[in-house]
């Protein structure tokens, strides 16, 4: 593993709390001032303010003053060319992963909840593929020049009245096939009250790692993992409980698997 950098605890840090992870939840494409924040967290203003700290030091969030009031929103995530990526740590890199992965989840859950893929013309797909190193690296290429094309059409954009998201990955899979968290890999398997008191314990878990003398990042990194995990099955859980007391949900397209 490359050594490690200051960033890392930093970052670790500041996405290794659940109300932390409510925050950037709350700030996705969104600006915020602290009283809103407060009153849809329903926590007090001394621990919201703390914690917008913490995301700040950190770079995930920034704020204006507005009038009489500071505003918060989500910072932009940074881009790597490949000479930069390749002089990050192995924790930096993941820490940067795992930030974005967040983003892209809370953006495709709201979007599903609120209509956004009900579009004809979406694009949803998942492609396993067998290549060779060539064939990878021409892909790499292709999806450069997919990227430069989509920020051009934001910059040439005549008018700004769809917001979208435009999410482009290309990885080496694991051989390992996906990770479970202990029995709970299928997200209806949990319920609101147990999600909640795992949240709380892993969060007990994580700050025990990182505030002990020699922190163990990988034990830390796959506590945060596992816990991002249970705060996504803990808020289908509360929405399985909404819609179960309001009565049948509108329903949109359907997704086939892949």
Do not use: C
């Amino acid at each position: 593993m490359a050594p490690q950098t200051k960033i890392a605890p930093e970052l670790l840090r500041a996405i290794a709390h659940p109300q932390r992870l409510a925050i950037l939840t709350a700030l996705d494409d969104r600006a915020l001032s602290v009283a809103a924040l407060v009153a849809e967290l329903g926590s007090d203003r001394a621990t919201v303010a703390r914690h917008l700290r913490s995301l700040e030091r950190a770079g995930l969030v920034h704020s204006a003053a507005v009038g009489n009031d500071l505003i918060f929103e989500a910072s932009a995530l940074p881009r790597y060319d490949n000479a930069e990526w390749s002089t990050l740590s192995d924790v930096v890199r993941r820490e940067a992963l795992a930030t974005a992965l967040t983003r892209v989840q809370i953006a495709t859950s709201t979007s599903l909840d609120d209509g956004g893929f009900d579009r004809e013309n979406i694009h949803f797909s998942r492609t396993a593929l067998n290549i060779g190193e060539g064939d990878f690296d021409r892909l790499s290429a292709d999806f450069d020049a997919l990227l430069d094309r989509v920020d051009e059409v934001q910059t040439e954009a005549s008018d700004s009245s769809v917001q979208a998201t435009a999410v482009l990955m290309l990885f080496e899979s694991s051989p390992a096939g996906h990770r479970t968290v202990e029995d709970h890999d299928v997200p209806e398997a949990f319920t609101t009250d147990e999600g909640r008191e795992r949240a709380y314990d892993l969060h007990e878990r994580i700050g025990d790692l990182v505030l002990s003398g020699d922190v163990d990042w990988d034990a830390a990194l796959n506590a945060v993992d596992e816990l991002r995990v249970v705060l996504n099955a803990s808020r289908l859980a509360a929405r399985r409980d909404r819609e179960h007391s309001a009565g049948p949900a509108r329903v949109g397209h359907a997704i086939p698997a892949t």
